[in-house]
């Protein structure tokens, strides 16, 4: 279709981009404009932060399965459920709940106020999730 004229138009035109500012896919959204012409289509693109209660809680949300996968490597489910249950020995019993109370002490009393302090949502990403080491 190159080159193909109809009414005096060029029916196949290039795309060449326009504005193309960078984009954190983690924490901004883009969208597309195309702006057809005579000889060419130019695309521009416009790039937005995302809400950042959003991505607070996204974060939030992230470091949560980070922690529960950490428990979970060196603690079963199911020896979490018999620690609940009474089953195992009084010792593993206090070893699990001294695993499980690092994460949700570190999560609690670390990460959740360095998020909250964030005001931007570059700060928010900015916040490692730098869990104790459990094993």
């Keep these: 279709a190159t080159g193909k004229v109809i009414n005096g138009k060029l029916v196949w035109r290039p795309a060449v981009v326009g ?9 901004q959204t883009r969208t597309i404009a195309r702006v057809v012409g005579d000889i060419n289509v130019t695309v521009n693109y416009t790039v937005i932060d995302n809400d950042l209660a959003a991505t607070k809680e996204a974060k939030k949300a992230e470091a949560k ?49 360095a998020v909250n302090a964030a005001t931007t949502v570059q700060e928010v990403k900015a916040v490692v999730i730098d869990f104790p080491d459990i094993s």
């Design 19 to 27: 504005d193309n500012p960078s984009f954190d896919p983690v924490i």
């Design 65 to 113: 399965n980070i922690g529960r996968v950490m428990v979970e490597a060196k603690r079963t489910p199911v020896d979490q459920r018999n620690a609940s249950l009474g089953i195992l020995s009084a010792q593993e019993i206090t070893d699990l709940k001294a695993d499980v109370n690092t994460i949700r002490n570190y999560y609690k009393d670390t990460f959740v106020p």
